[in-house]
C-alpha cells in the first residue's frame, strides 16, 4: 500500500474541486486499510471521511482521526448511542429510517439527508422528501437530531457526460432548497463520488465523496489516477517440463516447448481472479510471463520459459511501476470486471504492509 499515491491523488482532486473533499474508505479502503488511506488523505487535505458502518467509523476514530465522518448503510438499522459515542454523522434515507432513530432515546444524532437523485438504490424517494423533511424538522426542533447535511448520488457519471448527470443535479439543487426552506438553515449538500469530481464541476456542490480516486481508480477513464497498491509473491517452486505437458486442474494450458514453470502462493482465496483470459501475467526480474492454467485456490503457476528461477524470487502479480509489470486495470481487463472488484477481492491473508 502506497500513501504517496494516495496523497498524489488528493492532488488530482483538489485540482479539480474548491469543494470539501471526503476520504471514502468503505471496503477497508478499497483493500488497501482504511486507516492508512485515511491518514494519507487527511494529511493530503481531505476534511472529512466516509464509510459504509458505524463499526468501520468507530475503526477510525479508534486510530485518532479526528475529522468529521458520514455513515450511509446501516444493515442493522442505525445504533444512535454508537454514532453518538463515535461522533458519527448518519446518513438517513427514508422516513421509517428517521422514525426509527427518532424513537431511540439517546444524545443529538447528526444526520445528512438522502435524497434518492436517480440512483434508486438506498435514498428517500422523491415523492416522501416532504414527509422525510417535515420529520427532521420536528426532530430538529425537539434537539433530537441534528440536520448536518444533504445527500445525493450520480448514476451515471462514469459516463463522463455533464448532461448524463443533470437531472441528479436538478433534483440535488431542489432537495437543497427543500431543506432550506423548511427552516434547517443550509448544511452541506453533497452528490459527487470520484467520477462525477473528476469530470463535472456542475455536481460538486459543497463537498465530494470520493472513494475510488483515492486509490488510482477513475471509473469515467477520463484521469489517470496513481495506483496505490502492489501485489508480490515469492516463488516457492520450480520446475522444468517438456513440451507437451499439461498444467493445472482441466490441463487447459499445454506447454508448446521445453519450459520452466514457478508456483506462486496466490489464488482466487486471495483476489486473483479465476475468470482471466490467456493474456493475464505477472512480472518477474522486469519480464511479463504468462499465468499458465487455471488459477487455483492457493496458487497460481507461471510459465517462465527458458529462465529457472530459483524459490524466493519475487513476482509482482500488478503495482504502478508500468512496463513489464500488470497493473490493478490489466487485471480488471483480463477477467472481465472493474478495478474496483480487484482491489477490493484481495484477500485477507495478504499481508498489508505501507510502503
Ligand atoms: C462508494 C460511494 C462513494 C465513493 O464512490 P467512488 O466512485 O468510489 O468515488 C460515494 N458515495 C457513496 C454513497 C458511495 O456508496
Known amino acids: 500500500m502506497l500513501p504517496v499515491a494516495v496523497a ?3 492532488v488530482e ?12 474508505v468503505k471496503a477497508d479502503g478499497f483493500g488497501h486499510g482504511a486507516v492508512t488511506v485515511a491518514r494519507a488523505a487527511v494529511a493530503a487535505g481531505a476534511g472529512w471521511l466516509g464509510t459504509t458502518s458505524v463499526a468501520e467509523a468507530a475503526a477510525l476514530r479508534a ?10 448503510l446501516h444493515p442493522s438499522g442505525i445504533d444512535a448511542e454508537a454514532a453518538a459515542a463515535a461522533g458519527v454523522d448518519v446518513a438517513v434515507g427514508s422516513v421509517d429510517e428517521l422514525a426509527a432513530l427518532l424513537a431511540q432515546a439517546t444524545p443529538t444524532v447528526r444526520i445528512h439527508l438522502h435524497m434518492d437523485t436517480g440512483m434508486s438504490r438506498g435514498g428517500c424517494p422523491r415523492g416522501q422528501w416532504d414527509e422525510l423533511i417535515g420529520l427532521a424538522q420536528r426532530g430538529q426542533r425537539a ?12 448514476p451515471l457519471a462514469d459516463r463522463a457526460d455533464p448532461a448524463a448527470n443533470a437531472p441528479a443535479v436538478a433534483a440535488m439543487r431542489q432537495a437543497r432548497q427543500a431543506v432550506r426552506a423548511a427552516g434547517l438553515g443550509s448544511p452541506p449538500a453533497h452528490l459527487a463520488a470520484t467520477s462525477g469530481t473528476l469530470t463535472d464541476p456542475a455536481t460538486h456542490f459543497d463537498m465530494v465523496r470520493v472513494g475510488a480516486g483515492l486509490v488510482g481508480i477513475d471509473p469515467s477513464g477520463t484521469v489517470r489516477m496513481h495506483d496505490a497498491s502492489r501485489l508480490t509473491a515469492p516463488i516457492v517452486h520450480t520446475t522444468a517440463v517438456p513440451a507437451g505437458t499439461p498444467v493445472g486442474y482441466g490441463g487447459t494450458y499445454v506447454t508448446d516447448r521445453a ?11 486471495d483476489g486473483i481472479p479465476r475468470e482471466c483470459s490467456p493474456q493475464a501475467g505477472v512480472a518477474i526480474r522486469g519480464r511479463r510471463l504468462p499465468v499458465a492454467g487455471r488459477v487455483s485456490m492457493d496458487q497460481i503457476v507461471i510459465d517462465t520459459g527458458a529462465e529457472s528461477f530459483p524459490a524466493g524470487t519475487s513476482a509482482t502479480v500488478f503495482g504502478p511501476d508500468g512496463g513489464a509489470t500488470p497493473t490493478v486495470h490489466d487485471w480488471a481487463r483480463w477477467a472481465g470486471t472493474i478495478p474496483h472488484t480487484i482491489v477490493t477481492g484481495i484477500g485477507p491473508r495478504v499481508k498489508r504492509s505501507i510502503a
Request: proline share 4%; glycine share 6%; net charge positive.
Open 8 to 10: 498524489a491523488n488528493v
Open 13 to 24: 482532486i483538489r485540482a479539480r474541486t474548491r469543494s470539501t473533499i471526503m476520504a471514502v
Open 63 to 72: 486510530a485518532r482521526l479526528a475529522v468529521p465522518i458520514l455513515t450511509w
Open 143 to 154: 434537539r433530537r437530531v441534528r440536520v448536518a447535511g444533504v445527500m445525493g448520488h450520480l
Open 259 to 269: 519450459t520452466h514453470l514457478s508456483v506462486l502462493p496466490v489464488g482466487y482465496a
